[in-house]
């Protein structure tokens, strides 16, 4: 009993805490827009003051019609009173209509303003996320929290706007007048009003799991729809349609009596909330009508009374559906702003300085390296590995697979921090830079070709400020790809589709190669660089790319040894560390593992 006690009010602090940190992001962007929402803060008070002064008009016309019943008022002091309170009421109207279509503008304008902020501020934070971040992520469970956390913030900006702000409003309003008028009508108010609140807010948070649940379930299945339709090929090469469908229903299904119980939830507490209005508004009206017998209350104060009771009950039966939508927005947003609190593993110093290369040496001083997980432990990849790379040099890497040529180029191009050791470019250590000087002194032709769903150009001239089509095809030639592209339905204008899907393995990866033409860094990558390419062309492109390695510092990681022969150096890796280097001859003299490699393939391939 106690535990269960001590673990509501522990998730309840925790709730007020994360609502807080919400609140806190939130407030960051409405002050970049300080004066629009102060502004859609003013159309909201004139209007709520206009609706408040609505029901002191009816109240007022009342009192001059008894008046003139009762002989106490003229007929034309009362047509003159009456039409005095007729413009009155005319003129609350137009300010009610004019502060509601300025407020709705201006919180149009907010909302969007934000959305897009957010948006872009949590692409932007994702992105520059570490790629250990990325390797692990699920795309379609982010791309869903995504979606939901931008929505979330609408509904959140919206319901305070047109709920909570003129609910407390009119909440101040009534709850003066009704003392004024008879204060146990007051004291009834505030017991009504905190007995709704706090059975609405202690009801959230325990439908706060079944919200999260859901949403796991919702991610889950999208995570499983998306990765399906992405590997279609796949599916369609194992027969498996029937499997990833059945296994996506199976999942959807979870998710459809996990929601259903959530909204029946929600509709027990809608149900116990009507009843708390109605127990409250019974009693207030039992009240009045007391005083209007007595005599303590005139018909005009009981008029007056029940239009402001009709105007608070009518925000509260809007506050429930509001408050369970700020509810799952609350949800949502703990997911969304959860990736503005990941922390960056990788970043640049306050005193790094841009990468500067004149020649293009690099050195690998007894580096160590493992991918760790959570709790930081994983096996080691590299262990004390040093080895250099002269200016303008090409260096190849071989050995067996996962024995880390990769991991090298990862740790080069630093997604990675070494555990141990440094590596240098030209004399400066790669982690004291700043990582987009570092990247753009670094051209690659990646083992696997990665596309946009844009044009065989877009692609091409990816990473470059502007397409210059000239440029585009002046790097298509030099690749000697030129006359594949033309030969496309479209060209250069071919939408190659996502991922490249058009597109063969052979063409995607002649694009790639037309890239690094196109980047022009002093030093140059390429990781199996012609794997997907038959034997005729990937002799052409060999030849192309002997012109574009002339003068550049070149790493190359091949499992076809015939590419790499004519190499000026050759790092075999094996177990962690560097087992043999030295010249394609020299290593065929000297036998070790790259003879046996040789003769095992013959010129073939490594499995």
Same mark, same amino acid.
């Given at each position: ?39 859609? *803060? ?18 007022? @016309? ?10 106490? *008022? ?8 009456? @039409?005095?309170?007729?413009?009155? #009421? @005319?003129?609350?109207?137009? !300010? ?6 300025? *407020? ?9 303003? @934000? *959305? ?49 702000? /003129? ?13 004024? !008028?008879?204060? $146990? ?12 609140? =706090? ?100 018909? =005009?104060?009981?008029?007056? &009374? ?13 506050? +429930? ?35 500067? &290369? ?26 004390? !590995?040093?080895?250099?790379? /002269? ?26 921090? $070494? ?64 006359? #594949?592209?033309?030969?496309? /339905? +479209? ?40 794997? =997907? ?75």
């Amino acid at each position: 009993m106690r535990e269960g006690i001590f673990d509501s009010i522990t998730n309840t602090m925790k709730s007020f805490t994360q609502l807080q940190s919400h609140l806190q992001k939130i407030f960051v962007y409405l002050k970049r827009y300080k004066k629009v929402a102060i502004l859609a *803060m003013v159309f909201v008070v004139l209007k709520e003051g206009a609706v408040l002064f609505e029901p002191y008009i009816y109240k007022e @016309i009342i009192e001059v019609f008894e008046r003139f019943y009762n002989g106490v *008022m003229t007929r034309d002091e009362t047509i003159r009173r009456s @039409i005095v309170l007729v413009l009155g #009421f @005319i003129s609350a109207q137009g !300010v009610v209509i004019v502060a509601n279509t300025l *407020m709705l503008r201006t919180v149009n304008k907010l909302d969007a303003s @934000i *959305m897009r902020d957010a948006a872009n501020d949590f692409v932007a934070k994702v992105l520059n996320l570490s790629f250990r971040f990325h390797s692990d992520r699920k795309t379609g469970k982010m791309a869903k929290e995504f979606a939901r956390g931008v929505n979330a913030i609408e509904i959140f900006l919206d319901a305070t706007t047109f709920n909570l702000l /003129p609910l407390t409003i009119r909440l101040s309003v009534i709850f003066v007048v009704f003392f004024v !008028v008879d204060w $146990p009508l007051a004291l009834v108010l505030f017991v009504m009003v905190a007995t709704f609140y =706090s059975f609405t807010i202690v009801s959230s948070i325990y439908m706060q799991k079944r919200r999260m649940k859901a949403n796991k379930l919702d991610d889950e299945s999208s995570h499983k729809a998306m990765d399906a339709l992405m590997n279609a090929e796949v599916v369609k090469y194992f027969q498996q349609e029937h499997d990833e469908i059945q296994s996506f229903k199976k999942v959807r299904q979870e998710w459809k009596k996990t929601k259903q119980n959530e909204w029946d939830g929600w509709t027990w507490i809608s149900s116990a909330l009507i009843g708390i209005n109605i127990i409250s508004v019974t009693t207030i009206l039992s009240i009045v009508i007391l005083r209007l017998l007595s005599g303590d209350l005139g018909l =005009s104060d009981f008029v007056m &009374v029940i239009t402001y009771l009709t105007l608070m009950v009518g925000l509260l039966w809007d506050f +429930q559906h509001f408050f369970r939508e700020i509810h799952e927005a609350f949800t949502d947003l703990t997911a969304f702003f959860h990736y503005y609190d990941q922390e960056n593993e990788i970043k640049d110093d306050v005193s790094s300085e841009s990468l500067n &290369v004149e020649k293009g040496e690099i050195r690998f001083e007894h580096v160590t390296f493992g991918y760790n997980d959570e709790n930081k432990k994983g096996k080691t990849v590299l262990r004390d !590995v040093s080895f250099t790379v /002269p200016a303008g040099a090409s260096v190849a890497f071989v050995g067996p697979s996962g024995v880390g040529k990769s991991t090298i180029i990862k740790l080069l191009y630093r997604f990675y921090d $070494p555990r141990q050791g440094r590596i240098l470019i030209d004399g400066q250590d790669v982690s004291q830079v700043k990582q987009q000087s570092l990247r753009e002194a670094l051209g690659i032709v990646p083992q696997e070709t990665a596309l946009f769903n844009d044009t065989v150009a877009y692609n091409i001239a990816y990473g470059q400020k502007t397409v210059d089509m000239d440029a585009v095809r002046e790097a298509a030639q030099l690749a000697h790809v030129d006359q #594949f592209i033309s030969r496309l /339905p +479209q060209g250069y204008e071919t939408i190659v589709g996502e991922r490249g899907v058009k597109l063969s393995g052979g063409e995607k990866q002649r694009i790639s190669i037309v890239r690094a033409f196109m980047r022009d860094a002093p030093i140059l990558i390429l990781d199996e660089a012609t794997s =997907s390419l038959d034997s005729a062309a990937e002799h052409e492109i060999q030849v192309a790319l002997q012109g574009l390695m002339k003068g550049r510092t070149t790493l190359i990681i091949a499992h076809r040894l015939s590419t790499i022969m004519n190499a000026d150096l050759i790092i075999v890796l094996n177990d962690g560390g560097i087992e043999q280097q030295g010249t394609h001859d020299e290593l065929l003299k000297h036998g070790g593992l790259y003879n046996k490699l040789w003769e095992l393939q013959a010129g073939g391939y490594i499995e």
